[in-house]
C-alpha cells in the first residue's frame, strides 16, 4: 500500500483532482485532500504527483516508509 499525504504548500490548483479524481479532493478550505489514507499502488497517483505545481504530494510506501515520489 501507498501513503499518500499533501502538505501545508498546496495552492488548491486542483489539477490533482483532475488527474486522480478517484484519489484527490479540494475540500472548503480550497486545499486537496488525500480521499483515503493509504491506497494500492495507481499510476493516476503518480500522475497526481507530477501534475501538482508545488510539489505538495508525497507518496511513501505504506510498509516500509520509503519515498515512492516525488
Ligand atoms: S495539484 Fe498540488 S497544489 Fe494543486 S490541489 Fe493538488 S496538491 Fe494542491
Given at each position: 500500500?501507498?501513503?499518500?499525504r ?65
Amino acid at each position: 500500500m501507498w501513503r499518500v499525504r499533501v502538505d501545508g504548500g498546496c495552492i488548491g490548483s486542483g489539477s490533482c483532482a483532475g488527474v486522480a479524481p478517484g484519489h484527490f479532493a479540494l475540500g472548503a478550505d480550497n486545499r486537496s485532500h488525500p480521499l483515503a489514507p493509504e491506497v494500492a499502488p495507481h499510476e493516476a497517483v503518480l500522475d497526481a504527483v507530477a501534475s501538482c505545481p508545488v510539489e505538495a504530494i508525497t507518496v511513501v510506501d505504506a510498509a516500509t516508509g520509503e519515498v515512492v515520489e516525488p
